[in-house]
């Protein structure tokens, strides 16, 4: 019992410290041991943000502890990343933070050899307009949906997910207000 106890001290010191540290920065996190990751968590692989999607443990060998094997994907780029840690390594967490915003308008790049599908404007809940990039293996799709939405019905605003973390953020999906029930 001293022993887990001990752990889970060194544990919330591990991550005060590191929230300290990164908060200057934007870029937070908190350091967390690899056996408290669970599926649809996030993780930082090679300082990207990524959703676990699937996750599987081996058995403790001979020579060492158990390992835990992590996919993951990309959540701004969808690039899937394969891991592996022993349970009792630490990991960074991403600190994700999600918030809806109502869409002013589109914003389109009017050079037609760039790469950059366009951005969205969007109203937020202060107040304030913001300019929002498409995550860019949704771009397409987001971009029909929002046209799909304003060309439809004017009568309810058309809703911006936005997602941002490690300094990064994009919009993630666009649904009218309606829809909320859906």
């Known amino acids: ?27 937070r996190y908190d350091n967390v041991r690899c056996s408290e990751l669970r599926v649809k968590g996030f993780v930082l692989i090679g300082g990207r943000p990524c959703k676990i999607v699937e996750m599987s443990s081996s058995k403790t060998g001979k020579h060492g502890s158990c ?21 009792s390594d630490v990991v960074q967490v991403p600190l994700v933070e999600k918030r809806e915003c109502q869409l002013v308008r ?4 009017n050079d037609d050899d760039s790469r950059d599908p366009g951005q969205l404007l969007v109203a937020e809940k202060s107040g304030s307009t913001a300019t929002v990039g498409l ?34 953020e994009a919009a993630v999906a666009v649904r009218r207000a309606r829809e909320r029930g859906k």
């Open 1 to 27: 019992m001293a022993s887990s106890r001990r752990s889970k001290a060194v544990h919330s010191e591990i991550k005060m410290e590191t929230a300290a540290d990164s908060a200057d920065e934007g870029l």
């Open 67 to 87: 390992k835990i094997h992590l996919v993951a994907i990309d959540v701004f780029t969808g690039k899937k990343r394969v891991t592996a840690y022993t349970s």
């Open 106 to 109: 589109i914003v389109m790049n």
């Open 135 to 168: 995550c860019p293996d949704k771009a397409a799709q987001l971009l029909e949906a929002t046209r799909h939405c304003i060309r439809d019905d004017n009568e309810y605003p058309v809703i911006v997910t936005v997602m941002s973390a490690m300094g990064e």
